[in-house]
């Protein structure tokens, strides 16, 4: 199937919505593509539609409103892999990625995670924490020096870790962002427990 997905947090255990070929709706009403059952949402609440361009969403007059990344949504956006999208308790991770270099997009499982040694695993519980306990999914991950203090190790011996966990999991890019990414990664595919 092609399409992107979401990711979604905050309304029970995390789930996977794949999008339909053009469209996704999002409300209260069960009748939507992607319903969320609370008072905060409203009955049609926002829509996300594929274009040539891609993907964008706009919300359709909602009582509470919509954020892209933390800004209130006013007028149509497109979205990017990895934006994030808060509907009342709802906290929606928008997975579009491009497959072969192209911009065909495919929902796929995502892979196993990768073999870890016990102190990754014991660094990714306490990094994850803030994303696996259900409606703080959009918290900044702790930094090196709690993860370090939480563990009892180094600042160092931290990075260390974190830098091998980077590898494990493709994440080359070296931006801000990283820890974060590492974290997201980590809860879609499983690694903490």
């Known amino acids: 199937m092609t399409g992107g997905w979401f990711e979604v947090h ?30 905060q949402v409203s009955r049609l609440h926002a829509l ?22 933390g800004a209130p949504l006013r007028d149509a956006r497109t979205l990017h892999d990895g934006d994030r999208v808060g509907i009342g308790p709802a906290r929606l991770v928008f997975r579009a990625p491009a497959k072969h270099g192209t911009n065909t997009l495919a929902v796929e499982p995502p892979p196993a995670p990768p073999a870890l040694t016990r102190r990754e695993r014991e660094l990714l519980d306490v990094l994850c924490r803030p994303y696996s306990d259900g409606g703080l999914a959009f ?40 820890r974060a990414r590492l974290a997201a990664e980590a809860v879609r595919r499983g690694a903490t427990g």
Do not use: Q
């Open 139 to 178: 918290t900044e991950p702790p930094s090196v020096r709690v993860l370090a203090g939480a563990l009892g190790v180094s600042e160092s011996a931290v990075k260390k870790h974190l830098t091998r966990l980077y590898d494990k999991f493709d994440l080359v890019s070296n931006d801000d962002r990283r």
């Open 48 to 69: 996300v539609e594929r274009f040539p361009s891609g993907w964008i969403i706009r919300d359709l007059g909602s009582t509470n409103g919509t954020t892209v990344n």
């Open 10 to 39: 905050g309304t029970g255990p995390v789930r996977l919505v794949p999008l339909s070929p053009d469209a996704l709706t999002i409300g209260r009403a069960p009748d939507n593509e992607l319903p969320i059952d609370d008072r």
